[in-house]
């Protein structure tokens, strides 16, 4: 699928509070509606959006921290669905009000603190019953960025009917388990993140190579790169970071095709 480019007048949001700025910078918000359609799914609102052609594969396409509404991810999803997979993007914050750019980043915690990304069962259980039942689906993947990312490394830790995971810069801290994987799952991150520094990628990948046995793993930088830039930062305008940009994605899709 080509890239839907946005009108040239569209802005490089800005963070409101500069004294405390969010260090998850929105980028370039994409002016894009999306082929797919918004549904129900039992208590939650998605975004749904099938292949040309008929597929039992598909795709939990999970929201950072902006919602379910943001046009970027979207267009992610319909990527996904343009590469033969069934791709819904629910609501995971079950119709409380996603991050802004106009918050104050001090208050984040407490605007995290009723939207866990590990606090999500009750949800991906109505996703994968509709998937199964309304879509049929077989073999089902999950994709997440940045607060999806984390949601995404839940799920290879608690759902195994989840075949493959790619967490998008995104990682799980607290949990005494978080490296017991069991689905096969890519994370990706930039080396300029200032959400997950370095460091915290290189924990990460040392508990795995001791921790994770049987199961299939990935972990991967990109050089110079920041938070959001697989689904925040515009290739045709970006012209130094596309490489990347498509080199990420089509690590994506590479990974999916192997495990699905």
Not at 130 to 143: D, P, T
Not at 157 to 180: F, K, T, W
Not at 211 to 230: A, E, L
Request: glycine share 8%; with cysteine; proline share 6%.
């Amino acid at each position: 699928m080509g890239i839907i480019s946005p009108r040239e007048d569209t802005l490089k949001k800005e963070m409101a509070n500069e004294a405390k700025p969010c260090p998850c910078d929105m980028g370039y918000m994409m002016e894009y509606g999306g082929v797919g359609q918004e549904v129900q799914i039992e208590h939650i609102k998605a975004y749904l959006v099938k292949p040309p052609s008929d597929s039992d594969k598909a795709i939990i396409v999970i929201q950072d921290i902006y919602g379910w509404q943001l046009p970027n991810t979207r267009y992610m999803a319909d990527m996904l669905a343009s590469n033969g997979y069934i791709a819904v993007c629910p609501d995971f914050y079950v119709g409380k009000e996603p991050w802004s750019p106009s918050h104050d980043w001090s208050t984040f915690q407490q605007w995290l603190e009723d939207k866990k990304p590990t606090n999500i069962n009750k949800e991906v259980d109505a996703v994968l019953r509709f998937l199964k039942s309304q879509c049929g689906a077989q073999r089902i993947g999950a994709v997440g960025f940045c607060w999806g990312g984390v949601a995404t490394h839940y799920l290879a830790l608690q759902y195994p009917v989840v075949r493959a995971g790619v967490s998008v810069y995104g990682i799980i801290r607290e949990r005494e388990d978080r490296y017991e994987l069991k689905s096969p799952t890519l994370f990706i991150f930039g080396e300029k993140d200032d959400v997950i520094p370095l460091d915290q990628v290189s924990v990460l990948e040392k508990n795995l190579q001791e921790k994770c046995t049987g199961v299939d793993y990935h972990v991967k930088v990109f050089p110079g790169q920041t938070h959001g830039f697989v689904h925040r930062k515009r290739e045709d305008i970006n012209t130094t970071d596309q490489p990347c940009i498509q080199e990420a994605r089509t690590d994506m899709l590479n990974w999916l095709q192997k495990y699905m």
